[in-house]
Antibody, heavy 121, light 107 residues
């Protein structure tokens, strides 16, 4: 079955750029109908959608992140990636990659296990 | 942006209880709402989509209802595995937002 796995540094310095990768296994990232997403959860808090990408390259990021968010896809490696720039301590969170499926609405039906990212000077 | 609120924020219940959680949205979203369960240290799990459709593999004790701006998640008979935090989520105009969560703990 399809599985998602996040990878990246657990510790990043303030003002630097975070780079995370999600590897999709057991299925093709190019299979139609899905978008591939990033979601984060601050310590002890709720869930925040960051953005998503289609294998064709169409991307959308949460407007609250403005230009700080970049999402890319590498279909040859079956991976998609997140870059988040100008980090502050407020970006400390568990970062999840997830598959976005559309029916009437859009829903995250498959999730990675999450990766803890700590931002510190 | 569409805002979601959930009530209650915490709910204490016993095994076998019927539990209902409410999610309200700041504007009408038809039936474009999902419910997730998150156990401590784990990723969220999709339970219900399109307000009332049960995701494959999810026990039938979970059900959802509602449309427009008010939605409910019901657990008909609470089981030990169900003590967790539940989130609602909507998708509209290329953006997704989650509710603040409802924690169901043991009475």
């Amino acid at each position: 079955q399809v599985q998602l796995q996040e990878s990246g540094p657990g510790l990043v310095k303030t003002s630097q750029t975070l780079s995370l990768t999600c590897t999709v296994s057991g299925g093709s990232i190019s299979s139609g109908g899905y978008y591939w997403s990033w979601i984060r959860q601050h310590p002890g808090k709720g869930l925040e959608w960051i953005g998503y990408i289609h294998y064709s390259g169409s991307t959308y990021c949460n407007p609250s992140l403005k230009s700080l968010c970049t999402i890319s896809v590498d279909t040859s490696k079956n991976q998609f990636s997140l870059r988040l720039s100008s980090l502050t301590a407020a970006d400390t969170a568990v970062y999840y990659c997830a598959r976005l499926r559309f029916s009437s609405g859009g829903y995250f039906d498959l999730w990675g296990r999450g990766t803890q990212v700590t931002v510190s000077s | 942006d569409i805002q979601l609120t959930q009530s209650p924020s915490t709910l204490s219940a016993s095994v076998g209880d019927r539990v209902t959680i409410t999610c309200r949205t700041s504007q009408s979203i038809s039936n474009w709402l999902a419910w997730y369960q998150q156990r401590p240290g784990k990723a969220p799990k999709l339970l219900i989509y399109d307000a009332s459709s049960l995701e494959s593999g999810v026990p039938s004790r979970f059900s959802g209802s509602g449309s427009g701006t008010e939605f409910t998640l019901t657990i008909s008979s609470l089981q030990p595995d169900d003590f967790a935090t539940y989130y609602c989520q909507q998708y509209n105009s290329y953006s997704a937002t989650f509710g603040p969560g409802t924690k169901v703990d043991i009475k």
